[in-house]
């Protein structure tokens, strides 16, 4: 796969989401005759216009269909409808957020118009998208030599274009990223206020920076563990490198949930040693694994449902020796400002948290352990597709914000193209390693992990 098809097949997957999201609040809204969140879905059409007009159609108008129609006389046709949807795409969401401002002063009689525009334009756009992924991606891939694809491709990876380059695509992000905040439970996290502004662009890069030493932080050595006389793992090697994120994927059973216990000191070993910066700690108890600064969040969130979501935040603190300088107070405000949902809800029991909100709340209460070593299971497991990007986004703000990173995650896809480092384990065995980037493009790992 060149990297141009990546992409877009990566911007096909979030607009796909985005429309999801929005079928689904126009849904839930008829169901239950309540008026429509005009916010977030105007944050949902504003996402899809500008996406659209300022990152999506200009590559593949410009480099993709340009170079597709001197080589293949046959994309032509397709090519043509294509660049007639593009210009179409605009009158159609136009008629989209008539249809909302109608539904806003007439309500609950504009209920139903808006209903039928918005059916109209998901549909206009799937066909659109699987037009594109049926008909024009074989065909580049058939027609274009390595010489065509290369201008293409460095179009498409251009981090310093003002149309599409990384600035563009990070406004994308923030955008996104609001519409999960606002979008009610469990498509999003359901946030009445606004959440807080973005870090600095210059306090991020001087945390990074802070995060950059490469002194291996975990050191697995023939890691074997067994459950009476079934063995789990077999001689499982890896190690993580400070300021890293490494991903270990795999099937169901593969025992990737068991290697996270064994680190944890919840599961014993039957076998090898565990390095925790230099230290064995093979045998060393759960609980001072923990003041060491190894914090699990476990797969399934396992929040304490009848507790308040401020008192299991500090129930993530326990092992800390700082309250009488109320360094646990300074950090619970972090997590406020981090997941602000945790703060509207911060008096609720968190047995009444959607699902997102729980997984917010389960890696909030891990970071208040101030993790040297933060270990994720299965992070993204039962979420809905808009929260599952923003899961990973908020991962990659953690590993930006000095945080070393070991996650479990059964979505290869996404777990492999935010790692530093990967692994992958089969049946309890390891059976590959490598850049994250590089198992991403390993054919064995695709046909295995990735449906391609």
Not at 38 to 63: C, F, M, N, S
Not at 93 to 111: D, K, M, N, T, Y
Not at 242 to 265: C, D, E, F, P, W
Request: proline letters at 5%; a negative charge.
């Amino acid at each position: 796969m060149t990297d141009a098809i990546r992409v877009i097949k990566t911007e096909h997957i979030n607009v796909w989401r985005i429309l999801n999201t929005l079928e689904e609040l126009l849904d839930e809204a008829v169901r239950s005759g309540t008026r429509p969140d005009a916010r977030v879905i105007g944050e949902i059409l504003l996402y899809l216009e500008t996406y659209a007009d300022r990152v999506h159609h200009p590559k593949e108008d410009d480099y993709l269909f340009k170079a597709l129609r001197e080589r293949s006389p046959e994309a032509t046709e397709v090519i043509d409808e294509l660049e007639r949807q593009h210009a179409e795409g605009g009158p159609q969401l136009e008629r989209v957020r008539e249809a909302l401002r109608f539904c806003e002063e007439q309500f609950p009689e504009g209920l139903e118009r808006l209903r039928s525009e918005v059916d109209a334009y998901i549909r206009f756009q799937r066909d659109h998208i699987n037009l594109e992924e049926s008909r024009i991606l074989p065909l580049a891939r058939r027609s274009l030599t390595d010489a065509d694809w290369e201008p293409i491709n460095r179009a498409f990876l251009n981090n310093e274009d003002p149309l599409f380059g990384s600035k563009v695509r990070e406004e994308f992000r923030e955008l996104q990223s609001r519409i999960v905040q606002h979008a009610p439970a469990p498509l999003g996290l359901g946030l009445s206020g606004e959440p807080p502004p973005p870090r600095p662009a210059a306090e991020q890069a001087a945390i990074r920076q802070a995060g950059t030493d490469t002194d291996v932080l975990l050191r697995i050595e023939g890691l074997s563990t067994h459950y009476g006389y079934i063995q789990a793992l077999d001689n499982v090697s890896l190690q993580v490198e400070r300021g890293q994120l490494v991903a270990l994927v795999g099937a169901n059973g593969a025992g990737k949930s068991t290697l996270l216990r064994t680190i944890s000191g919840l599961q014993p070993v039957s076998a090898g040693r565990i390095y925790h910066e230099g230290r064995d700690i093979t045998t060393m108890s759960s609980s001072r694994r923990v003041r060491l600064g190894i914090c699990q969040v476990p797969e399934g969130r396992q929040v304490f449902g009848p507790m308040s979501v401020e008192d299991n935040l500090l129930l993530g603190a326990y092992t800390r020796q700082d309250r009488r300088t109320n360094g646990v107070g300074e950090d619970l405000e972090r997590m406020y400002d981090k997941f602000p949902i945790l703060r509207e809800k911060r008096k609720l029991p968190a047995g009444t948290l959607s699902g997102g909100q729980q997984q917010m709340l389960a890696i909030a209460r891990a970071l208040m352990g101030r993790p040297r070593l933060l270990l994720l299971d299965e992070p993204s497991m039962g979420l809905a597709p808009l929260l599952v990007a923003e899961i990973f986004k908020t991962i990659e703000q953690l590993l930006e914000e000095g945080i070393t990173i070991f996650l479990v995650e059964q979505n290869a896809s996404a777990a492999l193209a935010i790692a530093d480092q990967g692994y992958v384990l089969e049946t309890g065995r390891m059976v590959m390693s490598g850049p994250g980037q590089s198992l991403l493009q390993d054919e064995q790992v695709q046909k295995a992990y990735l449906g391609i």
